[in-house]
């Protein structure tokens, strides 16, 4: 038996009501979805055309790159560059440099963050006004690089893990979008939470750190992948090639500091490295961020809705 009204009323010969039309039913929003497709098509075909002729570039033969015969697949198949590469130690050392940096750095990032966001968010705390000014002072002025250099140098980090782990420690868009992810919390779990006998402390620990998974995997995703991607921090306040990480390893092969020559590499392949030794040391140190980027991705786009969304 059916139940549609449109073919109730048709039965009994009486004229049906006019059904309401959807958005999804209209042929401009068919249109737009097409439309909007189309060109979501071309941007990521832009964005990534650049990654795959880098890509192919390095698994490619010197000759057919010095004529610029390769663009989305590789021609000559070759992996001379990459054997060179994986076998310099000074590559591995700065890869281990860069596992280092990046770890402590987003550890502290997170926790700094956190902890400021957390106090932010307490709007009758005293002097609320004047953290959260601060915070927001910071994102349009700043000391300079040659005051930024001269502190560093005077406080003895030069040289060390900290010179390039606590300058950037917090970054006030990411403070920002805790702090808002913290204010949506219902305020009646901190208050049962208070009632139950826990101090500040542990209500951050036991209540609020472990609803926020969402927003804190987000925040590890942004601190690490600034703190992987980043070298002048490195290149400005480390003077000793060994503490060097791989960005600026990298920025080295980009400027042409170093060479196939002094990697140490035979006559004979002087050529092939030279030609695409740029390429296979940008896939190597992308690769991690590559591989790691897909199983956080999913927090980050609920993370940043969390805490960008008040209710």
């Known amino acids: 038996m059916t139940t549609d009204p449109a073919e109730l009323a048709e039965r009994m010969g009486k004229p049906a009501a006019a059904r309401p039309t959807r958005v999804g039913d209209t042929r401009g929003y068919r249109v737009f979805r097409v439309v909007n497709v189309v060109l979501l098509l071309v941007v990521a075909a832009v964005t990534l055309y650049p990654f ?183 290149f400005l306040y480390f003077d000793r090639a060994d503490l060097f990480p791989v960005t600026v390893y990298l920025r080295n092969m980009v400027s042409g500091a170093t060479t196939a020559t002094s990697m140490g590499s035979t006559d004979s392949d002087v050529g092939q490295v030279n030609s695409n030794i740029k390429s296979v040391t940008m896939v190597l140190t992308v690769l991690p961020v590559v591989v790691i980027y897909p199983f956080i991705q999913r927090y980050f786009v609920s993370g940043v809705m969390l805490g960008a969304v008040k209710q």
């Open 52 to 234: 795959v002729n880098i890509v192919a570039q390095s698994f490619s033969d010197e000759q057919y790159i010095r004529t610029g015969r390769v663009n989305l697949v590789p021609r000559g198949f070759n992996l001379k560059t990459y054997g060179i590469i994986v076998s310099d130690p000074t590559f591995w050392n700065s890869y281990l440099n860069t596992v280092v940096y990046t770890v402590t750095a987003t550890l502290i990032s997170l926790v700094l963050t956190t902890t400021y966001a957390y106090v932010l968010s307490k709007h009758h705390l005293k002097g609320r006004g004047l953290l959260v000014g601060v915070a927001v002072f910071t994102m349009f002025f700043n000391g300079g690089l040659i005051p930024n250099y001269v502190l560093i140098s005077e406080l003895g980090m030069k040289n060390t893990l900290w010179a390039v782990v606590l300058p950037n420690a917090i970054s006030v868009f990411n403070l920002l979008v805790m702090k808002a992810f913290f204010e949506s919390l219902p305020k009646e779990l901190e208050e049962a939470a208070t009632v139950d006998g826990l101090n500040t402390y542990g209500v951050l620990l036991r209540i609020v750190l472990p609803l926020s998974k969402a927003v804190i995997a987000t925040m590890v995703l942004f601190y690490a992948v600034a703190n992987w991607n980043s070298w002048f921090s490195a």
